[in-house]
């Protein structure tokens, strides 16, 4: 079966712009996960959707949000984008996001901010 | 709120070396516990899990992972080191229905 798909793969922005990241669970999967991925800080909550509603959100300004769609499809939008917001975004689902069910991750989004 | 410690950085060993990585965490409930590996240009993935029963647990590729409740710890290890085992490792957990916390990671380096 198809994996996370996660779009663009890559992109580049400057500072000031916004950017809108793309995921598609696995096929049946309802919960999606968000994660920021820095060297040396690992891999961040971002937010968590579980049948269209944020069921659980990390430590991250505003600026970034994020939604669920009725087919489970997420999308994480970060406005007026810093130099720092430079990272691997990824996105990762499962069933129902309940402690024991196993993540299964994109191959994630690098965004690149000059 | 829960944290997760990964002591060893960066690992650098010899084919066929043993391995051990550290793997702390801080939260006095009830958790689950999980490896992830992720390999050069490639996903993340499971490498393997503690839910519940036996504290050692097996993933893939030789790895195992025990869970010792009284220090908070789940540590990787692997007797033979293999070059396609360079890689970097981190450690996750989450309570029954709380997100999952990752650590800083690992970066291991095996040279043949």
């Known amino acids: 079966k198809a994996g996370v798909t996660q779009t663009p793969r890559y992109l580049i922005k400057t500072r000031g712009q916004q950017v809108t990241l793309s995921c598609s669970p696995i096929?049946?999967?309802?919960?999606v996960s968000w994660y920021q991925q820095t060297p040396g800080q690992g891999l961040q909550f971002l937010f968590e959707?579980?049948?269209?509603?944020?069921?659980n959100k990390g430590n991250f300004p505003g600026r970034f949000s994020g939604r669920q769609f009725s087919n489970s499809r997420s999308e994480m939008n970060v406005s007026t984008l810093e130099l720092g917001d430079s990272a691997l975004y990824l996105c990762?689902?499962?069933?129902?996001?309940?402690?024991?069910?196993?993540?299964?991750f994109g191959a994630g989004s690098r965004l690149t901010v000059l | 709120a829960q944290s997760v410690s990964q002591h060893n950085h960066h690992v650098i060993l010899s084919e066929a070396a043993s391995l051990e990585l550290g793997c702390n965490y801080s939260?006095?409930?009830?958790?689950?516990l999980f490896w992830y590996v992720q390999y050069p240009g490639q996903h993340l993935q499971l490498l393997l899990k503690y839910f519940s029963g036996d504290p050692l647990v097996k993933g893939i590729k030789g790895f195992e992972a025990e869970f010792i409740k009284s220090k908070f710890s789940f540590n990787l290890r692997k007797p033979s080191v293999q070059w396609s085992d360079t890689a970097e490792y981190f450690c996750?957990?989450?309570?029954?229905?709380?997100?999952?916390?990752f650590g800083t990671g690992t970066r291991l380096q095996v040279f043949p």
């Open positions: 096929s049946g999967h309802r919960s």
């Open positions: 939260y006095g409930g009830t958790v689950n």
């Open positions: 959707y579980f049948s269209e509603t944020q069921r």
């Open positions: 996750a957990v989450n309570a029954q229905t709380d997100k999952l916390i």
């Open positions: 990762a689902s499962s069933y129902t996001g309940d402690g024991a069910n196993v993540l299964t």
